[in-house]
C-alpha cells in the first residue's frame, strides 16, 4: 500500500499525494508524489517535492521542485531507484 499525504494549498484546500518513493540528497529530502494511487496508471502526473522546513517547524513543509536543473536531476535519481518507472 503507497502511503498518503495531505498538503494545505495557499487557499487551504486540502490535497491528497500518494507517495512513491522518497531519498535524501545533500542532506535535503524528496519526495516522489502522484495524484492517483493507481500504480498501473502510467499517464498520472507525479511531482517532487523537496522538504524545505526548518528546524523549529512542527511538520514537515514541502514545495514543488520547479527549477529545470533541479528537476531533471532529481528525476534521473527516482528513475534509477523506482528502476520501471519513466518519469518524464
Known amino acids: 500500500m503507497t502511503e498518503k499525504i495531505v498538503f494545505k494549498d495557499e487557499t487551504g ?3 491528497e499525494f500518494y507517495v512513491l518513493e522518497e531519498t535524501r540528497i545533500n542532506n535535503m529530502n524528496y519526495l516522489l508524489v ?11 502526473a507525479a ?12 511538520e514537515a513543509v514541502y514545495e514543488m521542485v520547479e527549477n529545470d536543473d533541479e528537476l531533471k536531476y532529481m528525476s534521473d535519481i527516482f528513475e534509477e531507484l523506482l ?3 519513466d518519469i518524464k
Open 13 to 15: 484546500e486540502e490535497i
Open 34 to 44: 502522484t495524484e492517483s494511487d493507481d500504480e498501473e496508471d502510467e499517464e498520472a
Open 47 to 58: 511531482y517532487i517535492l523537496k522538504d524545505v522546513s526548518n528546524q523549529e517547524d512542527e
Open 83 to 85: 528502476e520501471d518507472v
